[in-house]
């Protein structure tokens, strides 16, 4: 089954504090695993991305675990600041382009 | 560098009617891929062109169809409208259709009424 599952569906942390986001997926023929940051009115941005053969990546505040056999993955936002408001989405990709993703997370970060 | 435009921004129809979204890809960019983002459904694939040609494609009715021009211009079509076609319709570019970096536009807003 092509089903990326992501939990929570929002999510409320304090300034400076660290918002995570999980991520669960069945086919095993994945192998990229993008973040993606939408703000309101606007598309999905590419945040950071993963390959099954790393277990964990880290670009500045934001960072991805990946484990393998449980088939899960997750994000990390460390200190977290207001501007990180915003929709998060995981998603999956197989063969080609088609990216299957996740139902969203929606982060708000009190200042 | 601009940025992947989608065209019109936002788009009122009424049941039955068709609608064509526009969409030009980064420069230099040859493959588009089209979603629908709704909030019940979250995002979904609808298909992807590369070269003029479909490479794949999403579960969506044969209702909607899309195209690829010679300059990577791709549109898509949405042929006699239903009230659950309302959704936002994005557009993402990339180099190829083997390079993973998705670009997203800001979308085409459509209401069917």
């Known amino acids: ?111 | 560098k601009a940025g992947v435009t989608q065209t019109p921004r936002y788009l009122i129809k009424t049941r039955g009617q068709q609608v064509t979204l526009s969409c030009s890809p980064i420069s230099g960019h040859r493959s588009v891929s089209w979603y629908q983002q709704t909030p019940g459904q979250g995002l979904q694939f609808l298909f992807e062109y590369f070269s003029e040609t479909q490479r794949n494609k999403g579960n969506f009715p044969g209702r909607f169809s899309g195209r690829q021009f010679s300059n990577s211009r791709s549109e898509m079509n949405v042929s006699t409208l239903e009230l659950g076609d309302s959704a936002l319709y994005l557009c993402a570019s990339s180099l190829d259709s083997t390079n993973e970096k998705l670009f997203f536009g800001s979308g085409t807003q459509l209401s069917v009424l």
């Open chain 1, 1 to 111: 089954q092509q089903q990326v599952k992501q939990s929570p569906q929002s999510l409320i942390v304090q300034k400076g504090g660290i918002s995570i986001i999980n991520c669960a997926y069945e086919n095993t023929a994945f192998d990229y695993f993008p973040w993606y940051q939408q703000f309101p009115g606007k598309g999905p941005a590419l945040l950071i991305a993963i390959r099954p053969d790393v277990s964990e990546k880290k670009e500045g505040r934001f960072t991805i675990s990946f484990n393998k056999s449980a088939k899960q993955f997750s994000l990390h936002i460390m200190d977290s600041q207001p501007g990180d408001s915003a929709t998060y989405f995981c998603a999956a990709k197989a063969a080609g382009n088609k990216l299957t993703f996740g139902g969203g997370t929606r982060v708000l970060v009190k200042p």
